[in-house]
């Protein structure tokens, strides 16, 4: 557990020095003001983009940070410090300072816009969606072989993935075609979220569970078998 923890506090150093905890504050001002006080677009799209997109770039700036800066911390990879354990707790740390976006959309759906939905599972969702696309973002860091092709991974995971729950949204799909998208874990967070904040959704009512259920199945699948096993081969070609 210590090492979980010595690998969060080493990111938010990291977090302070660089300024990224005021980044994360101003983009969710921005956002959170648009949602509340215009109808450029709906609330949830906002959800979306906070959810599926800035988990992938915070976690994505403190592997850059480290691999630059060679900060990781000291004998990461001995065998009596699991990398494993360093995995978690850089999940743990990029998931902790999405705190902050929930939070304060929370606030503003709920006494701005003045809906009701429960507090609690919405909580559950934003958290479990945050952290498989963390999970996501360091599957594909370990997967890609170059910066080029990890940043076009990133890029056709945002945009065939991450667009579709925002298509979902509109009612764009046919409730045939949904059950084939729940190989995307952003539309099944999509499908948790438009049922809890707008209460809408094309799918039968169990479908909501399912679609918690396949999110837990990702993220231990993409943990056990993509993290877990190549973690420190990833970090002795980057870190070392």
Do not use: C
């Amino acid at each position: 557990m210590k090492k979980i923890i010595d690998t969060v506090k080493n990111d938010f150093v990291n977090y302070r020095d660089y300024h990224f905890l005021e980044i994360m504050f101003i983009l969710t001002l921005f956002f959170g003001l648009l949602m509340g006080l215009t109808s450029l677009m709906p609330p949830i799209i906002y959800i979306y983009l906070s959810v599926f997109v800035l988990p992938v770039i915070t976690f994505s700036v403190s592997l850059f940070i480290e691999a630059q800066q060679k900060t990781v911390l000291p004998n990461v990879l001995d065998d009596n410090h699991h990398p494993s354990l360093y995995a978690i707790g850089k999940i743990l740390s990029a998931t902790l300072i999405q705190i902050i976006p929930m939070i304060f959309y929370l606030m503003v759906m709920i006494f701005v816009l003045g809906l009701s939905f429960n507090i609690l599972f919405f909580m559950i969702v934003y958290m479990l969606s945050t952290v498989i696309h963390i999970i996501i973002g360091l599957s594909l860091s370990i997967i890609a072989k170059t910066a080029y092709t990890l940043s076009l991974s990133y890029l056709v995971y945002l945009i065939v993935f991450s667009v579709i729950p925002i298509l979902y949204s509109f009612d764009f799909f046919s409730a045939d075609l949904s059950y084939i998208l729940i190989i995307s874990p952003a539309f099944l967070s999509g499908v948790l979220f438009e049922s809890l904040v707008n209460q809408y959704s094309m799918m039968d009512p169990w479908f909501n569970y399912i679609s918690l259920g396949l999110i837990l199945t990702y993220i231990v699948v993409l943990f056990m078998y993509v993290i877990k096993p190549f973690i420190v081969h990833y970090l002795k070609e980057n870190y070392e």
